[in-house]
């Protein structure tokens, strides 16, 4: 299974991006027997959950300052998960990652990057005038 995070990028203050995560893998594939959770890793930090979705469940926020500006949503039968950001601000700086998990787990519990059994590469996003 592979993940590929697109559509970081470069954007002023209260601007908004829409990051993509399209997963492919063997036949018959469907990102939609997996969770998905996005995570954010800012220079010099830890990386840090941002929130995550399930087919059955959610989403769940981890961070209390996204939850009125981004969401999460998946298109299922173009195999991809979204996550949108609006009115971004400076401190959401950072490489964004999705990952995914097999399965409907209780999404509190995917706030541990160790749950998930996939991930893709970060897109970088920078918030800046």
């Known amino acids: 299974v592979q993940l590929q995070a697109s559509g970081g990028g470069l954007v002023q203050p209260g601007g908004s991006l829409r990051l993509s995560c399209a997963g492919s893998?063997?036949?018959?594939?469907?990102?939609?027997?997996?969770?998905i959770g996005w995570f954010r890793q800012a220079p010099g930090k830890e990386r840090e959950p941002v929130l995550c979705?399930?087919?059955?469940?959610?989403?769940?926020y981890y961070i209390d300052d996204v939850k009125d500006r981004f969401t999460i949503s998946r298109d299922n039968s173009r195999n991809t998960a979204y996550l949108q950001m609006n009115n971004l601000r400076p401190e959401d700086t950072a490489d964004y990652f999705c990952?995914?998990?097999?399965?409907?787990?209780?999404?509190?519990?995917?706030?541990?990057?160790?749950?998930?059994?996939?991930w893709g590469q970060g897109t970088q996003v920078t918030v800046s005038s």
């Open positions: 990952a995914a998990k097999l399965g409907t787990p209780i999404l509190s519990t995917l706030y541990d990057s160790s749950k998930y059994d996939y």
């Open positions: 979705l399930s087919d059955t469940e959610g989403p769940t």
């Open positions: 893998g063997f036949q018959g594939f469907r990102l939609g027997n997996y969770a």
